[in-house]
């Protein structure tokens, strides 16, 4: 059975910073793509970075670009989330998902992803 299991999330004052982590199990942890999408309430879910664990690929999304990193421990087979100078607007459920397949410039499709993890709360006060 594969799990996603996301963590770290929390509340923080805008600027500081928060790392989230994606322990997975029962999961082939390798030639796979993981990623992290986020979810504001009435909102669609949208793709915030992807990482290949089989090279290190990575894409970010405009939003995020030069203040979020993703990263991976391969044998821990878990993907993080370093995000720092949070802002208020990035407040919003965070979740984990994992795909197998090719890299794609459409990796925020969220049905590109079987896999999800139950999400963690990050929220940002000004």
């Known amino acids: 059975q594969v799990q996603l299991v996301e963590s770290g999330g929390g509340s923080v004052q805008a600027g500081g910073s928060l790392r989230l982590s994606c322990a997975t199990s029962g999961y082939t942890y390798s030639s796979d793509w993981m990623a992290w999408f986020r979810q504001v309430p009435g909102k669609e879910r949208v793709g915030v970075a992807t990482i290949s664990t089989g090279g290190d690929s990575t894409y970010y999304a405009d939003s995020v670009k030069g203040r979020f990193t993703i990263s991976q421990d391969n044998a821990k087979n878990t993907v993080y989330l370093q995000m720092n100078s949070l802002s208020p607007e990035d407040t919003a459920m965070y979740y984990c998902?994992?795909?197998?397949?090719?890299?794609?410039?459409?990796?925020?499709?969220?049905?590109?992803?079987?896999?999800w993890g139950q999400g963690t709360q990050v929220t940002v006060s000004s």
């Open positions: 998902a994992a795909r197998k397949g090719a890299s794609t410039p459409v990796w925020y499709w969220r049905p590109l992803y079987p896999y």
